[in-house]
């Protein structure tokens, strides 16, 4: 139990474009998830907070309007980086935690590269 | 939450059993050692935790200090699959989100 899968798994974009990626939870309801990003050889960086039916908290630094996050179901939620640019290239990782509980859950992760 | 001190590499023979160190001096009494590990390109995968009491489950065992000021995961038959970044975190459960250091990278060998 508590899967969590991210699709897609890989995407190669040319700058400028949007990307979307989504997260979902596929055996268990998410009240909240979570949105990381890990540059190679870095550690995973918390960029946003997401509850359900409400707006998404961004960490400080990251622009809210250029990570779009949506989070309109207890089993989806959506990271659409807007007019992506060849920085936003990353490993970007999201987690879901079980209503209810403590545990965070993580995706397989996507890997995005803006040419 | 606490800050956590990891070594930055550990090396394993397989076979043999790891034991990774985490130093959690600050640690307040109402928070948890949590342990996650993340293969490469691989999203985190959460290991084990626990508050001052030892735990084991199927993947490894977890060894708290009495003084709760460090803790050493086991892995006690280290296998290639093993090979990972291990990341130890204190968070209070329930309400704080998991924050990563650096973690220790793990390189198990034939």
């Known amino acids: 139990g508590a899967v969590v899968s991210q699709h897609p798994s890989r995407v190669i974009c040319k700058s400028g474009t949007s990307v979307k990626i989504e997260c979902r939870s596929l055996d268990f309801q998410a009240t909240t998830m979570f949105w990381y990003r890990q540059f190679p050889k870095q550690s995973l960086m918390l960029m946003a907070t997401?509850?359900?039916?409400?707006?998404?908290?961004?960490e400080q630094g990251v622009e809210k309007d250029k990570f779009l996050i949506n989070h309109a179901s207890l089993t989806l939620s959506t990271l659409t980086v807007t007019s992506a640019h060849p920085e936003d290239s990353s490993f970007y990782i999201c987690?879901?935690?079980?209503?209810?509980?403590?545990?965070?859950?993580f995706g397989p992760g996507t890997r995005l590269t803006v040419l | 939450d606490a800050k956590t001190t990891q070594p930055p590499s550990m090396d394993c023979a397989e076979g043999r059993a790891a034991n990774l160190p985490c130093n959690h001096s600050?640690?307040?009494?109402?928070?948890?050692v949590y342990w996650y590990r993340q293969i490469h390109s691989q999203g985190p995968q959460y290991i084990i935790h626990g508050l001052k009491n030892n735990e084991t489950n199927e993947m490894a065992s977890l060894i708290i200090t009495e003084d709760r000021k460090s803790s050493t995961l086991i892995l006690p038959h280290a296998t290639l699959r093993d090979t990972a970044v291990y990341y130890c975190i204190v968070r209070v459960a329930r309400y704080s989100t998991l924050t990563f250091g650096k973690g220790t990278m793990l390189l198990v060998s034939p």
């Open positions: 600050t640690i307040s009494g109402n928070e948890y």
């Open positions: 987690s879901a935690r079980l209503a209810g509980l403590n545990e965070q859950f």
């Open positions: 997401s509850n359900e039916g409400s707006k998404a908290t961004y």
